[in-house]
């Protein structure tokens, strides 16, 4: 299972996203005005804003927001204007870290991500330093004592998943980005209910670093996820759910 999809999803659970649900709106809001200005404002024929409302519905912002956001997007008369970066670098323990990246001033981004890198024993790296580590994937999350295995496979194979596997306490259905929406649609028809469902960044192979690592990784992690600018981070651990509980606490 992707190591850091897990730990967003235990995150969860404690509530951690909860206390800063302004700074997650904030992002959702920025990811759908950048969406609807590149590809246009009808999320039928624009895939990226249709991820990017979806991710805001997921994370229970308002209908209105979105629409504000969207118009905001469509427009142009408000000057905004975002570039998109990706900054790549590893972390304890040899992690590689790809931090995708939504900015209005370049510099900050760049000073502000390095010392984050910096201050938690990580290393900002060149362009294609790790992004070749990881491939674009769907991934749904469904805890595994809440669905019957045969009817979880079922589904999710008849909807176009290409995997299925199981990891601690939870499913894990993979799809191609292109078939996402559908799986996910697949599973709730029959009302399966999952513990979250994105498309995201995966690993093509892991790192497992030890526990004083995994501590200092994951403080890097969510200090980079802190960042405004900063709109997701991957990263490649590996790290045993009952460490990242022990260390969510």
């Avoid at 323990?93 to 981004?109: E, F, K, P, S, W």
Wanted: contains cysteine; negative net charge; aromatic residues 6%.
């Amino acid at each position: 299972m992707s190591g850091h999809s897990k730990w967003a999803t235990i995150k969860r659970k404690k509530g951690a996203a909860d206390a800063k649900r302004g700074q997650l709106f904030s992002k959702l809001t920025r990811a759908i005005i950048v969406a609807a200005k590149e590809g246009g404002p009808d999320p039928e024929s624009n895939a990226t804003l249709a991820n990017a409302i979806q991710k805001a519905r997921d994370n229970s912002m308002p209908k209105d927001n979105i629409e504000r956001a969207v118009a905001r997007g469509a427009g142009s008369s408000d000057g905004e204007a975002y570039e998109s970066i990706a900054y790549e670098g590893y972390g304890p323990g040899g992690v590689a870290i790809l931090c995708l990246i939504l900015t209005d001033n370049r510099n900050r981004a760049a000073s502000d991500v390095r010392h984050i890198f910096s201050k938690h024993g990580g290393a900002l790296g060149t362009p294609g330093t790790v992004a070749w580590q990881f491939e674009r994937k769907g991934i749904i999350l469904v805890d595994a004592d809440a669905v019957d295995e045969d009817a979880l496979m079922e589904a999710a194979l008849e909807a176009g998943a290409e995997d299925i596997t199981v990891d601690g306490s939870q499913w894990q259905v993979t799809t191609a980005p292109a078939d996402f929406a559908s799986v996910r649609s697949g599973l709730d028809t029959i009302g399966i209910a999952y513990a979250s469902a994105e498309l995201t960044m995966v690993a093509k192979s892991t790192v497992a670093p030890n526990e004083a690592e995994a501590r200092r990784l994951l403080k890097l992690v969510d200090a980079l996820e802190d960042n405004d600018d900063v709109q997701e981070v991957f990263a490649n651990f590996d790290i045993s759910e009952e460490m990242l509980e022990a260390v969510a606490v």
